[in-house]
C-alpha cells in the first residue's frame, strides 16, 4: 500500500533492498510525521460518521458500501495499473489478502458495530491503544524505539486511559468499547504488516486491491444482514456519511498512512496516532454535542506533549 523509492520500475532488486534499509532522512521523516497526521485527523471524521450512522445503516451494510465508494473513487487511478500487476499480485497473493482481512474487512466492520454502543469519542480514545500495539510489533521485528519515543507514547497513553478513565484507570468497559479493542489490535496488526509489503507492488495497485478483496470478504456477511435487518434508506444523512468515509477515510487516508509508515516506521507512526483521540473528541463535540469538560482538556494536553516528543524526527546511531 505504501510508496517507497523502490517502486521505480528503473530500480533494480539490490537498490530497493538498500533504500528500504537506511533511516528516513530528516526531509522524508517530516513528510512522513505531516502524512500520518492527515489521516489521523481524516479517520478521526470517520468514527464520528459511524457514529452518526449507528440507528440507520447495519454496520456490515455501512462498511460494506465504504469500500464500494472506495474502489470507485480509487479505480480511475489504480485500475490500469492493477491489471499490469495482476501477475504480481498473484505471486504475493497470500500477503495482500491477509493486508486485505485485517485492514479493510474486518477492522472498519468492527468500528461500525462498537458505534452501536459506544460514543464516537470512547471509540477515538481506545483506538488510541493500537500505537502501543504498532511498537511492539515493531520492537518484536527488530527496531531500536529510543528512550524519547518510548516515553512519549507512555505520556499519551497515559493521556488516553485517564481520558476513558473521567480522571481515574479505567476498570471496566461497555460491549462497544471492546469491539474498538478488538478493531486497535486489527489496525495495529495491518500497520505492523505494511512493512512487509513487497516493494515491486505498487502502493495504488496495493491499495485498489486491498478494497476489492476487503470488500469481496464482506459480500457473505453483507448477504446475512440484508436478509435479516433489511437494507436502509439512502437519503442525505446515510450518503453523505458513507461518501465521506469511502472517498477520505478509505483512498485518502489509507494511501496517506500507508506512505507514513513507509517513510517513518509503524512505531512513530503510531505516535502520531495519538492524536487521534483528541481530534475525534473536538468533532464530537462540535458535530454530535458530546461534552469535553476541563477534565478532557488536561488529558488532551498530556497527549499532545506525549506526540510531540514521541514523534521528534531526532534519532539515535545505530
Known amino acids: 500500500m505504501t510508496t517507497t523509492a523502490a517502486e521505480s520500475p528503473t530500480a533494480t532488486a539490490h537498490h530497493e533492498e538498500h533504500v528500504t534499509e537506511r533511516p528516513a ?5 517530516g513528510l512522513g510525521v505531516l502524512l500520518a497526521l492527515l489521516a489521523t485527523v481524516v479517520w478521526s471524521g470517520s468514527f464520528v460518521a459511524a457514529r452518526a450512522l449507528h440507528d440507520t445503516v447495519p454496520p456490515v451494510q455501512a462498511a460494506f458500501w465504504r469500500w464500494i465508494v472506495a474502489i470507485l473513487a480509487v479505480a480511475p ?15 504475493h497473493l497470500g500477503f495482500v489478502a491477509l493486508a486485505s482481512l485485517l485492514g479493510i474487512t474486518v477492522y472498519n466492520t468492527l468500528v461500525n458495530q462498537a458505534g452501536l454502543t459506544t460514543s464516537a469519542g470512547n471509540m477515538g480514545m481506545i483506538m488510541a491503544a493500537s500505537p502501543v500495539l504498532m511498537a511492539v510489533y515493531e520492537r518484536l521485528g527488530g527496531a531500536r524505539l529510543g528512550a524519547r519515543r518510548v516515553t512519549g507514547m507512555l505520556v499519551a497513553c497515559a493521556g488516553v486511559l485517564l481520558l476513558v478513565g473521567r480522571g481515574a484507570l479505567p476498570t471496566r468497559f461497555g460491549t462497544g468499547d471492546l469491539w474498538m479493542f478488538a478493531a486497535a489490535l486489527a489496525f495495529a496488526s495491518y500497520s505492523a504488516l505494511l512493512k512487509r509489503r513487497p516493494a515491486e507492488l505498487g502502493g495504488v495497485v496495493f491499495l485498489f486491491t486491498t478494497f476489492v478483496l476487503g470488500a469481496a470478504m464482506l459480500l457473505p456477511a453483507y448477504a446475512v444482514s ?11 444523512g446515510t450518503v453523505g456519511p458513507l461518501v465521506y468515509v469511502g472517498v477520505l477515510s478509505s483512498a485518502v487516508a489509507f ?8 517513510l517513518i516506521g509503524a512505531a512513530r507512526a503510531g505516535a502520531v496516532y495519538y492524536l487521534q483521540p483528541v481530534c475525534v473528541a473536538l468533532l464530537s463535540y462540535l458535530l454530535l454535542g458530546e461534552e469535553l469538560g476541563i477534565l478532557g482538556g488536561a488529558c488532551m494536553a498530556l497527549i499532545l506533549g506525549g506526540v510531540a516528543l514521541a514523534s521528534a524526527t531526532r534519532e539515535r546511531s545505530r
Open 25 to 29: 532522512p530528516a526531509k522524508g521523516a
Open 77 to 91: 487511478f489504480a485500475a490500469r495499473a492493477t491489471w499490469r500487476q495482476r501477475h504480481l499480485i498473484r505471486r
Open 226 to 236: 440484508l436478509a435479516t435487518q433489511g437494507g436502509f434508506e439512502p437519503t442525505a
Open 255 to 262: 494511501f496517506s498512512w500507508n506512505r507514513a509508515v513507509a
